[in-house]
């Protein structure tokens, strides 16, 4: 880019506190094939905290059923550890309040440390902080989890997730999000 047309150039932001018409060449195709996008509010009404072994609780927040994404908030309430798991596909992740780390890095995340995992990675997930940690992701593929003599035990995927929070509503009367299903 010259600097010539960095200078002209006027968008954005806008001062247009409006919806704004705008051509759409395939206005046609999207309106038969688009999929809306989803809301979920804060409120535990809108997505409950759900527990997750003893200490920990997982917010469900969206599921990908065609490629095998989820998204929570995963709480971990006091010091404590997830088991060793290996990832199938890529995760990311930011951490929002406390700290987390692995065994296997060097590195702690404190809020706003920005996480992502790829395929093949296995690690195990520790919080020191008083208050443990939330974390907000996308994660995508399998997670197999394995116990403390590396035996395989559990895959954990879109599935997984979508029968752990819908389990949970059942089991408390909670409707059921559509805005969850992506
Ligand atoms: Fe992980």
Request: hydrophobic share 40%; net charge negative; proline share 5%.
């Amino acid at each position: 880019m010259s600097v010539a047309s960095r200078e002209t150039m006027t968008a954005p932001p806008s001062t247009a506190y409006r919806i704004v018409e705008v051509a759409e060449l395939y206005s046609d195709v999207i309106k038969r094939h688009a999929v809306e996008g989803k809301f979920v509010g804060a409120s535990e009404a809108e997505s409950p905290w759900v527990p997750f072994g003893d200490n920990a609780a997982i917010r469900h927040l969206g599921f990908d059923v065609r490629r095998n994404i989820f998204s929570n908030i995963l709480w971990i309430k006091s010091p404590g550890v997830i088991g060793t798991h290996r990832h199938r596909g890529t995760v990311v992740m930011m951490c929002m309040e406390g700290s987390v780390r692995y065994l296997e890095y060097d590195w702690v995340a404190t809020p706003g440390s920005l996480i992502t995992e790829t395929p093949g990675q296995t690690h195990t997930l520790v919080t020191d902080h008083p208050n443990g940690v939330k974390l907000f992701g996308w994660l995508e593929g399998a997670i197999e989890f394995f116990d403390d003599k590396g035996t395989f035990i559990e895959t954990l995927d879109v599935w997984w997730f979508i029968n752990h929070y819908e389990t949970h509503c059942r089991e408390h009367g909670i409707p059921i999000n559509p805005q969850l299903y992506l």
